[in-house]
């Protein structure tokens, strides 16, 4: 599964000035007080067996008893508010409940991974499986494959059945099938297609949630918001962003998601003077803020990513670049 090494603050700031010209159209409301919004396709996506695609502020909803099947393709639906859940490619998942926060989706082929915002998960939230069921207890970030069998814990705890057995994995093991099911260590920093993929989406997720973040302010959320937060829309990217209700959530790759307050404070408390070099005098604060800046390129300024198409790539096989690894761990990861 993909880490970020480098911090993401700077890359956010940036693209959150070169974003802040959409404001007046941020507040534009998708309401939705289910789970099951699809926030995000590539590649051949279908929603009982027809075709379906996120584009621009269009999001296909679906609905108790649901079915979305990925084929050369990939997909991220949206949850309670801070849960997603993406589809690798030849996946199909099935919506059994779609109530907030008690949703229940089931693992019918391929592999998922889980991502969970909130800080407090609701006991009744659970995928199925062939095989049993798993609750996630904590925020963090789970994979789930169903041939051959598998639950990994890159980050949190969960709840899993298996047959007429029940049990407990932490962060760093895994549940799987060899001759008897066996909760075992795994590597966190191996990466495959769907684990870089879904590095990605976080990443592009994350660059949204400042612009989305300051305008929030204006009016209700653009999805059910809860006790952690909600989901709102940045028509720029064409997709939901969640939105802690306080303080910023720093996800499992090493991205962070800011608050109302707590992005507002970032881009605009004032900054302290540097020295006067002539001895006159100095320190105090600059009435502006200091923000980092970045040369244009051909395609726009560099560091950020063309408005509408946040995750695409060449064909649904390829897998986007993953992000720069660099001296340190910001990921976020404590081992």
């Not at 508010?81 to 030849?90: I, K, S």
Request: glycine share 12%.
């Amino acid at each position: 599964m993909m880490k970020a090494e480098a911090p993401m603050r700077p890359l956010s700031v940036l693209f959150c000035l070169a974003a802040l010209g959409t404001a007046t159209v941020l507040g534009q409301d998708v309401i939705s007080a289910r789970a099951g919004l699809v926030n995000y396709t590539e590649g051949r996506v279908l929603l009982n067996g027809q075709s379906a695609e996120a584009r621009g502020t269009r999001f296909p909803q679906m609905k108790a008893g649901d079915t979305l099947q990925t084929l050369q393709g990939r997909a991220e639906v949206l949850l309670d508010p801070g849960t997603f859940v993406r589809l690798g490619e030849e996946s199909m998942l099935h919506l059994v409940s779609d109530s907030i926060p008690a949703w229940e989706i089931e693992a019918v082929q391929g592999s998922f991974v889980l991502e969970i915002a909130r800080s407090e998960q609701d006991a009744r939230a659970t995928i199925r499986w062939k095989h049993g069921s798993i609750t996630p207890l904590k925020r963090g970030v789970y994979r789930i494959d169903v041939e051959p069998p598998a639950v990994r814990v890159f980050d949190g705890e969960a709840r899993i059945q298996a047959g007429d057995q029940t049990f407990l994995a932490g962060k760093g093991r895994m549940l799987s099938f060899g001759q008897a099911w066996e909760v075992q260590r795994f590597d966190r920093d191996a990466d495959d297609s769907l684990g870089l993929w879904s590095a990605r989406r976080a990443q592009y997720l994350a660059m949204a949630n400042i612009p989305a973040a300051l305008s929030s302010f204006r009016g209700s959320p653009s999805l059910l918001g809860g006790a952690a937060g909600y989901w709102y829309l940045n028509p720029a990217f064409g997709m939901m962003t969640f939105v802690p209700v306080s303080g910023t959530y720093r996800s499992f790759y090493g991205f962070e998601f800011y608050s109302y307050r707590t992005a507002y404070d970032m881009l605009y408390t004032p900054q302290p003077r540097p020295p006067r070099m002539d001895g006159g005098g100095g320190g105090g604060f600059s009435p502006a803020p200091n923000y980092p800046t970045s040369q244009p390129t051909s395609a726009g300024t560099s560091g950020t990513i063309a408005a509408g198409s946040p995750a695409s790539t060449t064909s649904a096989g390829s897998t986007s670049a993953p992000v720069s690894r660099q001296s340190g761990d910001a990921s976020g990861r404590t081992r």
